[in-house]
């Protein structure tokens, strides 16, 4: 099984930072990594699909980049809606295995 | 409206099974592979099954290979998953989501059904 790895795992900012977030897979996935942001209490939602395309109707504040094992997500201007939990996926092979999520939290 | 909706869950006992329903509606069922995700109680996502949208093809993650069967009803627009010999561990929210096969992401989600397994 391909094992994804996030880091940081949480992290505080302030509204207007700029914040990155890594995803690691444990072997080559190309570009087959998913983006998934999640508020509590509700399902998540997906923002970037192939490593760098933005779902229709997401801000674009929030990009994506990376092939092959790293991949980094970025919130360029951190809003206060976008206090939530990240969570990476690769689906270049079954079982599509998620990493454990990194909470983006109020400074 | 596209709209998944869950429903089936609930308090099981150990080693008993559950039969978790999920209504579409708002799109053509029939063309897309649909999944299931779960979520532990304050934990991270976890995906658990796959169905083609012929049922031809159908993948599970280990953790529920040999326990847990989907399956789909086109014609009614419904897709199932029958949870056997459950245990603690399986208490979770349980998600439906359509695939944008494509590119295989899931971008629309039920709001979730609870499955609760305690004695």
């Known amino acids: 099984d391909i094992q994804m790895t996030q880091s940081p795992s949480s992290l505080s900012a302030s509204v207007g930072d700029r914040v990155t977030i890594t995803c690691r897979a444990s072997q080559t996935i190309s570009n087959s990594l998913n983006w998934y942001q999640q508020k509590p209490g509700k399902a998540p939602k997906v923002l970037i699909y192939?490593?760098?395309t933005l779902q229709s109707g997401v801000p674009s504040r929030f990009s994506g980049s990376g092939s092959g094992t790293d991949f980094t997500l970025t919130i360029s201007s951190l809003q206060p809606e976008d206090f939530a939990t990240y969570y990476c996926q690769q689906t270049y092979s079954t079982p599509r295995t998620f990493g454990q999520g990194t909470k983006v939290e109020i400074k | 409206e596209v709209q998944l909706v869950e429903s089936g869950g609930g308090l099981v006992k150990p080693g008993g099974s559950l039969r978790l329903s999920c209504a579409a509606s708002g799109f053509t069922f029939s063309s897309y592979i649909m999944n299931w995700v779960r979520q532990a109680p304050g934990k991270g996502l976890e995906w658990l099954s796959s169905?083609?949208?012929?049922?031809?093809?159908?993948y599970y993650a280990d953790s529920v290979k040999g326990r847990f069967t989907i399956s789909r009803d086109n014609a009614g627009n419904s897709l199932y998953l029958q949870m056997n010999s459950l245990r603690a561990e399986d208490t979770a929210v349980y998600y439906c989501a359509r695939d944008r096969s494509a590119y295989n992401y899931m971008d629309i989600w039920g709001k979730g059904t609870t499955v609760t397994v305690s004695s």
């Open positions: 169905i083609s949208s012929s049922s031809s093809y159908i």
């Open positions: 192939a490593a760098s």
